[in-house]
């Protein structure tokens, strides 16, 4: 049964193929309840939102969830007519609304190469295509070659460092570091069971 005092108190604000699955594997082989991409057959980013507008709390249908790894859902529907598109780890003034709320939550901006990123999200299944036929929060639809990508990518990264950059609650983390393991240790001020690559890119080993 979940403890419903129980809220995230780690969330990922980074994007996807930057090692997400990565995160959640270690989060769960470390004792910690973590929800990545779908919760309860239905889209985590969806389900913050819902929280958000429905109750005043972004985290309102996660309880007894200690961690998110990926609040992002992009997908197309028969044909391409339906689209769905929710990308709150991308939404600044969520963020913010989430740091008022949850002071003592931690974020993890989690980043390797946003060149590596954009390729291995142009490789991911239909990502991109994905991504061209929807509207995401500082891409509009019908962008997403690689090099709008790798932009998009890169001013998120620069927008997270400049507003979080004083706040001890947030981690800037390059999962390629070879110290990346300790350094999410020493931050969550806990062992980490374990670390690694997950998740890879079967088109490209070195993906995470």
Not at 92 to 105: D, S, V
Not at 117 to 126: D, E, F
Not at 152 to 170: E, K, L, P, Y
Request: glycine share 6%; hydrophobic share 40%; charged share 25%.
């Amino acid at each position: 049964m979940n403890d419903k005092s129980v809220k995230p108190s780690i969330i990922v604000i980074g994007f996807p193929k930057s090692g997400t699955t990565t995160l959640q594997k270690a989060f769960e082989n470390s004792g910690m309840r973590s929800v990545h991409w779908r919760w309860n057959k239905k889209s985590v980013g969806k389900l913050i939102y819902d929280g958000w507008y429905d109750e005043g709390d972004p985290f309102f249908h996660f309880d007894g969830i200690d961690a998110i790894t990926q609040m992002d859902y992009c997908k197309i529907r028969l044909f391409g007519l339906v689209h769905h598109s929710y990308w709150p780890n991308l939404d600044i003034a969520l963020l913010l609304a989430i740091r008022k709320m949850y002071p003592e939550c931690k974020f993890i901006l989690n980043y390797r190469p946003p060149a590596k990123t954009a390729n291995s999200i142009s490789r991911w299944s239909n990502f991109q295509k994905r991504l061209i036929r929807t509207d995401c929060i500082g891409l509009p639809k019908n962008r997403g070659n690689l090099e709008e990508v790798e932009r998009w990518i890169v001013t998120h990264i620069d927008a997270v460092r400049q507003v979080f950059r004083d706040d001890s609650n947030f981690l800037d983390l390059d999962i390629t570091s070879e110290t990346a393991g300790e350094e999410l240790e020493s931050f969550l001020g806990r062992e980490i069971g374990w670390w690694g690559v997950a998740n890879k890119n079967v088109k490209r080993v070195a993906d995470s």
